[in-house]
């Protein structure tokens, strides 16, 4: 973990022709919130408490699992009628403990409602959390960290500070303390101010951090300090217990 961030994941970039794209069937999770964040493409998302929202590009999509939740990820028909690409992250956030079991909630942040800056000439999305003088008005649980920044070959980023922090590289290459950073690679970097990283080529990357939570559970789709809770969840969902999502009823996805 990095902070509350306990999984990570790029998606794509991936083109799909016509007649195909992404599918996700309804799903579980608990004890999590799960954000979504897109550079091309669009996502149709639905879930139990009854949200049904399209991401796009520079949307953030908020989903607190909580106590538990179901959802989808499909492509409307007008997406997948034309060839298209695919290409964004999808991370969770474990909850703190005293959180892990409020009730199931969705966001939806649109790009125009990210706050963004430059910084010695750096373009800086702040996603989540608070950097550089400004705030996010996304919802969080404990401190939190989330950024994207584009910087051009030669450009130099300060840093913001942060309890732990990593940098993602979605594409170009960093270099940082001496050390090649290269494409696809998260690198954790320790708490002391002033760390500096530098461009070797046009780089776009997500910075990633904040309060430590302790030890956490995960399996399939669930996080949790507790086993047993992870134990009863996967149950819950063998048995049918969790809401369904609404306007997706039929499919789901088995475990």
């Given at each position: 973990?990095?902070?509350?961030?306990?999984?990570?994941?790029?998606?794509?970039?991936?083109?799909?022709p016509a007649g195909q794209g992404i599918n996700v069937l309804p799903h579980p999770h608990i004890g999590l919130a799960t954000v979504t964040?897109?550079?091309?493409?669009?996502?149709?998302?639905?879930?139990?408490?009854?949200?049904?929202?399209?991401?796009?590009?520079?949307?953030?999509?908020?989903?607190?699992?909580?106590?538990?939740?179901?959802?989808?990820?499909?492509?409307?028909?007008?997406?997948?009628?034309?060839?298209?690409?695919?290409?964004?992250?999808?991370?969770?956030?474990?909850?703190?403990?005293?959180?892990?079991?409020?009730?199931?909630?969705?966001?939806?942040?649109?790009?125009?409602?990210?706050?963004?800056?430059?910084?010695?000439?750096?373009?800086?999305?702040?996603?989540?959390?608070?950097?550089?003088?400004?705030?996010?008005?996304?919802?969080?649980?404990?401190?939190?960290?989330?950024?994207?920044?584009?910087?051009?070959?030669?450009?130099?980023?300060?840093?913001?500070?942060?309890?732990?922090?990593?940098?993602?590289?979605?594409?170009?290459?960093?270099?940082?303390?001496?050390?090649?950073?290269?494409?696809?690679?998260?690198?954790?970097?320790?708490?002391?101010?002033?760390?500096?990283?530098?461009?070797?080529?046009?780089?776009?990357?997500?910075?990633?951090?904040?309060?430590?939570?302790?030890?956490?559970?995960?399996?399939?789709?669930?996080?949790?300090?507790?086993?047993?809770?992870?134990?009863?969840?996967?149950?819950?969902?063998?048995?049918?217990?969790?809401?369904?999502?609404?306007?997706?009823?039929?499919?789901?996805?088995?475990?």
């Amino acid at each position: 973990m990095v902070g509350p961030w306990i999984f990570f994941d790029e998606m794509g970039p991936a083109d799909f022709p016509a007649g195909q794209g992404i599918n996700v069937l309804p799903h579980p999770h608990i004890g999590l919130a799960t954000v979504t964040y897109l550079f091309e493409g669009e996502i149709l998302h639905r879930d139990s408490v009854g949200s049904c929202q399209p991401i796009r590009p520079g949307d953030i999509n908020l989903m607190v699992a909580g106590s538990g939740i179901a959802h989808s990820e499909r492509e409307r028909p007008e997406i997948t009628a034309t060839d298209h690409r695919l290409h964004g992250l999808q991370l969770w956030l474990a909850l703190p403990e005293t959180d892990e079991e409020t009730a199931p909630a969705f966001h939806h942040y649109s790009n125009d409602d990210i706050p963004s800056l430059e910084i010695d000439g750096v373009p800086v999305r702040v996603m989540i959390g608070s950097a550089y003088g400004v705030t996010s008005p996304v919802p969080k649980f404990c401190k939190t960290l989330y950024l994207e920044a584009t910087l051009e070959a030669g450009q130099t980023l300060t840093l913001p500070e942060a309890p732990e922090r990593a940098v993602y590289i979605a594409s170009g290459a960093l270099q940082a303390h001496g050390s090649e950073l290269p494409t696809h690679s998260m690198t954790v970097f320790s708490s002391e101010p002033g760390v500096a990283i530098t461009a070797t080529e046009d780089s776009r990357i997500v910075v990633i951090g904040g309060e430590p939570l302790g030890k956490r559970f995960i399996e399939w789709n669930f996080v949790s300090s507790s086993k047993a809770r992870i134990d009863q969840a996967r149950e819950d969902w063998r048995a049918g217990r969790f809401e369904k999502v609404v306007g997706d009823e039929e499919e789901f996805i088995p475990y």
